[in-house]
């Protein structure tokens, strides 16, 4: 059943709570001072509607007013439209959420009830003042009353000729119930004026005693001041009429203005662009955020990506590419994504007037800030919406990497209809759908061939092969592998693509009939075919083998260094089994490792310390097998595919046949990507050892310092020395020397996860101190809300890691805390009883090996790995998406 009623903290997605509601709970996730509260969801607007056939006679009121009604119309509409929602008997379940609100906010405090409407403080349409709020409500009968006036406010004359002037949908309606803050002072700061433009330096506050509901209703005179944002301080200031400076420093002192813009610049960072921010300051000058929106007017957010602003965000390429990426790197990433997304939209029929007009977005999927990768997600929802249901792709998307944020349109992007005709359109879509097909009835062959493809090139850059090559030969299996990340990785594509939208149309499907959040999650555990889940299990028999060698056993017990262990196994005859095993897990897994794809870190058949390490832990552990935890997860999804086949059964049979088709599509697919990925790790660890084999030859012949200096190098530039066309072989070795030191700068920057900047601009060192400066000040909360990837509840010690390596720090029952991970984390998960995670969406690896063992894990947590004490006990719960950090002891 959906729920009526959600804690604030909890309020995540907008199309169950609204714009407000979950702009409030992005707020407190960023640590801001809002004050607590629940929402009731629009399904509890859902359940009114439905009685006696309200919602079909409030739609059938509207539905005669169009765009030219004139004012008599309107009113008579919205007064009726009032009148029968303030009327109706409130369903048997909202009266009952409705009292265990009261009896939980209601204990001598006043409440503020405020609307919260699918598609209200948006960046398109802010609906500002359009619905209505309530304050001081004290009692269940005024609680009754306010939720009744905001769900009225739906229908409100203002709300109905706005949506009529602006062509604006608002689709339900949530109701944020919060403690009211017992204002001494209250206002509201835009961080850039609401009519200049974007290089205006001015953040403008006004603001009045008490509340600041007359303030925004418009009734009374308030005070203003003005702050430069480059400087931070106050530069203007005009006092109330008939009050004087010192009325003006008790309501808002020059030192908490600066505290206020402090913290609304980093929140205007943190969220995309320039802000409504309506705040109060209570008797004992503590600060509270009561609602943010997007500044919507010119010179705003809009009108900004009109004049070229670029939407960034790491959301899922952190995960590929977590640490600042080599030159060499981000030239084989740059190209490779281009291709990528080009070669996808060839093999799906685009047209090649259409893949022409994409050219431009597609040249710039990804950029780099701070030496760290970062997608353009301006360009990559552009190219989206140049084919089919391009919106829907666009979500998809964002879904598929874990971003809540979609790009505006560019100016000088096109639409899917934009230019053709509806016959050409038809056909394109046609062979759209036939091409699509074509590809996907036969995706396991494809996979396949691109499996045998980097197994040949695997072979072929086998240390023995690479030892006595060349350096045009080196050369040649460089170009190798760039032609297959180019030209060859279409059938890789593919799976992404077919993971991306099953897992989506699915989620949509189970939402659609009414089924829970965890739902599709518990249809995607332990999968057969992930690759991911191996390396776990065969880790665990190595353990097991290596338990019942008693001096082997006794150095892993007394701590003692990967090189001692690495000895025993190598030169002792009683390890003769356990040295067979370790040297077919390097041989089949060595290569799968943390940062796999980063060409700069080594590997555990290169640097094997990590694993011994990773194997201590597996010594140590006591318990049962990870094989019995796949098992059971098997066993739990076998039985929840069954169950919701079933429920769709028995209310419309063809449906449930096309959802079990639905669900076996996704679960194959998610276990295709997996398959690719694993192959995606083999490719670029091969690459490493080729780029590390040029660069000794280079530094024999003096054109590098040392060999790690090829890194530095771009992948045109390698190829240019290898066959001998570089122009300046002479001056190499002092350019990658002059590119170490830029880039080693370059990464000591902290650019945000998601941020906006002009077209060709790039993060700067000013931009990274506002950052740093721009943190709020005093404690985290104590609830971390993220996004449920798999559910379950646990309680534990809380182990945070930055990386594998780090493994000896945590004990086996912990919960796993870091930034984000990899497939080459999944011999941890078996260690561990949950995972919480910074980054990530439903599809990332982390949150695919998670549900492999059934790991509660929640995704998306900001800032998790700074606010969990290493070591506090937390209760993570998967179903809710939230991680709770218990008191110190």
Known sequence: MRPLVLPLRQACHESEVGGKARNLSRLMALDAPVPDGVVLTRHALDALLGVEGLGSRLDALCRVLTAGSDVGAVRHTAATAHAWVMAAALPEAVEATLRQVADAWLDGHLCAVRSSAVGE?????SFAGQFDSVLGVGSLAALRHAVRTCWASFWSERAIAYRSARGAAACGMGVVIQRQVDAAAAGVLFTRPPEAGADDDRMI??????????????EIDPARCELSRSRMAVTKRAAPTGQGGADFERLLSARRAVELATLALRLELALGGPQDIEWAIDADGRLA???????????????????GWVLWSNANVNENFPDPVSPLLYSIASRGYYHYFRNLGLAFGLSRRRLAAMDRALSGIVGVHGARLYYNLTNIHAVLRMAPMGEHLARAFNLFVGVDETADQPAHATGWRDGRGRIAQALEV??????????????????????????????????????????PELGDLFSRFLDIRFQRWSNAALCDAAAMVTYSLLQWVLERNGFTESTHTRLLRALPGVPSSQPPLELWALSRLARDVEPLHRLFLAEAGADAIVACIDDDPRCAEVRRAYQRYLSQWGFRSSRELMLTVPAFDEQPEPLIDLLRQYVTAEG????????????????ETRQVVWTLARRVPLQAAAAWLLIRWTQRAVAYRERARLKQALLYTRCRRVALAIGDQLARCGQLTHRDGVFMLTCHEIDELASGRAMFPGGVAALTDRRAIEHAQMASLNPPDTFRLRASAVFSAHDRADVIETRASGEAS?????????GGRISAPAAVLGDVGEAHRLRRGDVLVTRQTDPGWAPVFCLVSGLVIER?????HGAIIAREFG???????????????????????????????????
């Open 121 to 125: 403080d948006g960046r398109q349409s």
């Open 205 to 218: 506050v006004e603001f009045c005693s008490g509340l600041a509901d007359r303030l925004v209703a418009g």
């Open 289 to 307: 955020i009561v609602q943010t929106r997007p500044i919507t007017t010119r010179g705003s957010a809009t009108s900004m990506d009109r004049a």
């Open 430 to 471: 046609l062979r759209i759908a036939v091409a699509t097909t074509w590809q996907y009835v036969f995706l396991g062959r494809r996979l396949s061939t691109f499996e045998g493809t980097a197994d040949d090139f695997a072979a072929a850059t086998s240390r023995e092969a690479l030892a006595g090559a060349t350096l």
């Open 624 to 639: 049962d097998a990870p094989e019995l935890a796949i098992a059971r997860q098997a066993e739990e999804r076998q039985r």
């Open 782 to 790: 104590d609830l971390l809300q993220g996004t449920s990837a798999c």
């Open 840 to 844: 990530g969406g439903m599809l990332s």
């Open 855 to 889: 790991l509660p894990c929640v995704v998306g947590v900001a800032d998790a790995s700074r606010r969990i004490p290493h070591g506090r006990r937390v209760t993570l719960d998967g179903d809710r998406g939230t991680c709770a950090i218990e008191a110190a002891s």
